[in-house]
């Protein structure tokens, strides 16, 4: 059973840059899926922010991808998000998971933009 | 980008009751890769559907996906107290892998 825990920083102040990173559990990080960030803001929907492939490959959400850094770290077994210029508006649960089918998710992690 | 728009936002219903949620695609989905999501407060989201009607393991029968093309169509044939929650349609073949806005099911 394919395990993911997110971990970061709860809180970023206003034009710093969140960074989250996701430790996969039950599988390896090179296999053949996509490693895919997800939010939520608080009382509102899914906004889909992009995926990571073994091979190198990245897609980004085109209203994201200015900001937007994703990467895997395959001798930790884990993957990460860097999103700059934060603004309170990219303040969300943020969800990693193994796409782009998404049969697994992280529990999320609360991440708050504010000085 | 496709675009998916969920219908309609909120449906009130009692338990027992029939429920059909509806999503529509600004395009055809590539491959008939749509997914749907349960979401209840305070989890994240489970999926139930994929490939438009292949219920994924542990899903009871009494949820059903039909649809291609651009119209796609969740049922719940008779809901249960744990089937409120909030419903998202989601596209995976072709990125961005978009979501719908949501369908909040809730007991009338």
């Known amino acids: 059973q394919v395990q993911l825990q997110e971990s970061g920083p709860g809180l970023v102040k206003p034009s710093g840059t969140l960074s989250l990173t996701c430790a996969v559990s039950g599988g390896s990080i090179s296999s053949n899926n996509w490693w895919t960030w997800v939010r939520q803001p608080p009382g509102m929907g899914l906004e889909w922010i992009g995926e990571v492939y073994p091979t190198g490959l990245i897609n980004y959400n085109p209203s994201l991808k200015s900001r937007v850094t994703m990467s895997l770290d395959k001798s930790n077994n884990q993957f990460s998000l860097n999103l700059n210029s934060v603004t309170a508006a990219d303040t969300a649960i943020y969800y990693c998971?193994?796409?782009?089918?998404?049969?697994?998710w992280g529990q999320g992690t609360l991440v708050t933009v504010s000085s | 980008e496709v675009v998916l728009t969920q219908s309609p936002g909120t449906l009130s219903l009692s338990p027992g009751e029939r429920a059909t949620l509806s999503c529509r695609a600004s395009?055809?989905?590539?491959?008939?890769?749509l997914a749907w999501f349960q979401q209840r407060p305070g989890q994240a989201p489970r999926l139930l559907i994929f490939?438009?009607?292949n219920r994924a393991t542990g899903i009871p029968d009494r949820f059903s996906g039909s649809g291609s093309g651009t119209d796609f169509s969740l049922t719940i044939s008779r809901l249960e107290p744990e089937d409120f929650a909030v419903y998202y349609c989601q596209q995976y073949g072709t990125s961005p892998r978009t979501f719908g806005q949501g369908t909040k099911v809730e007991i009338k």
């Open positions: 998971a193994r796409g782009p089918l998404i049969h697994y």
């Open positions: 490939g438009a009607s």
């Open positions: 395009q055809s989905v590539y491959g008939t890769y």
